[in-house]
């Protein structure tokens, strides 16, 4: 900062720094009021420098996808990643050739060069000026070192590895979900769900192929088509865990789950088999209806292995989800009998269950 102000007092510019945590990405009132602090830099001609908080975040800010998400909560037009390489180089080009234009389209399909000695690399960086050209922005990757490199940048002048906009901008109510926070994990879905989600639906468990990542409901995570393109950004009502076991399931097969769920949370964890719950006289009582697809008899076996703390988890998270008919089954003196009429009433509210509601979800 003595630096960029000896530089200022020259230029007759002045300049602050402001630091931004993952927790003011995660937050859409936190990144409002950066975006105030933005402008009121720029109407009072202070040159903001942001930079990753690396006091707050333990395991270091990743100052690229602070950079994308800044840039798209202000709207910005423009990108510019400065490292010590000259842009992009793809892999299958010997030993690397540089890549002038790169389209969003493309990004996850090459095999770059690992080069640079930058914290967040190459792949970092690829990742937040995808992010950027699908929120309408044009990015550049390019050599720090290179004389008028900033310049160059803003006159449109060909500098380093160029990413023009996919799409145009979205509405600011939408950024924070469409690029501003930090992404916690990802889905990948089937082609009926695209489809649908690109119609405006809600997205639910039986488009769901795959899930990755530890995130939590409400966090920002990715949606993948089969391909592994990025096509849209969404906020979950579910855990990864949740979402994991019940994923690519029925109405009625993803009720077995939740209710084995309960089932062995009330038990306090004490249960002598998968699968299995206790009457009211103690004896072992099975839950499971015959017939069930290898997929739900894996949940199972999954959840007759889960610890108490972790059956607590996902307990709390299913009685937040349907919190009437679940205290109502559970407060029920028959236990047997309070689970089956839960698992029936499961089977008809997961019907309406989506996993990521449109209203939390921004397609590209």
């Not at 945590?21 to 933005?38: F, M, Q, T, Y």
């Not at 916690?184 to 990755?212: C, D, M, P, Q």
């Not at 009437?324 to 003196?333: F, H, K, N, S, Y």
């Amino acid at each position: 900062m003595d630096i960029y102000r000896s530089v200022s007092e020259i230029s007759g510019r002045h300049v602050c720094q402001i630091l931004i945590s993952e927790d003011d990405l995660r937050s859409p009132a936190a990144v409002s009021s950066v975006c105030a602090v933005l402008d009121e830099c720029a109407g009072a001609g202070v040159i903001p420098i942001v930079n990753g908080n690396d006091v707050t975040d333990m395991r270091g800010s990743d100052n690229d996808a602070v950079a994308v998400g800044i840039a798209v909560a202000s709207g910005a037009d423009k990108l510019l990643l400065l490292t010590d390489v000259c842009g992009v180089l793809e892999e299958s080009h010997g030993n690397g050739a540089h890549l002038p234009d790169l389209p969003a389209s493309r990004i996850r399909d090459i095999r770059t060069v690992n080069t640079g000695t930058g914290r967040g690399g190459m792949k970092s960086k690829l990742r937040a000026v995808e992010l950027a050209a699908y929120n309408g922005i044009e990015s550049h990757i390019a050599n720090a070192r290179r004389p008028g490199v900033i310049k160059g940048c803003i006159k449109d002048e060909p500098v380093g590895t160029r990413t023009p906009p996919a799409r145009p901008r979205f509405p600011a109510d939408s950024r924070w979900i469409s690029g501003v926070a930090v992404s916690h994990g990802s889905i990948v879905i089937n082609r009926a769900a695209e489809e649908s989600i690109s119609e405006g639906a809600s997205l639910f468990a039986s488009g769901i192929k795959k899930v990755e990542g530890n995130f939590s409901s409400g966090d920002v995570i990715e949606v993948l088509a089969p391909s592994g393109r990025l096509i849209a950004r969404g906020v979950p009502k579910v855990s990864a865990t949740l979402m994991s076991l019940v994923r690519a399931m029925q109405t009625d097969e993803i009720a077995i789950v939740m209710t084995e769920i309960l089932g062995k949370f009330q038990l306090g964890n004490v249960m002598s088999k998968p699968g299995s719950a206790a009457g009211a006289d103690g004896e072992q009582l099975s839950l499971r209806p015959a017939g069930l697809r290898p997929p739900v008899v894996r949940a199972l076996d999954q959840v007759g292995r889960c610890r108490y703390e972790l059956t607590r988890k996902l307990a709390i998270e299913i009685i937040n989800l349907f919190p009437a008919a679940t205290v109502e089954a559970m407060l029920d003196g028959r236990r047997d009998e309070g689970l089956r009429r839960l698992r029936d009433r499961y089977s008809s509210l997961s019907s309406d269950l989506s996993f990521i509601d449109r209203r939390g979800l921004v397609t590209f």
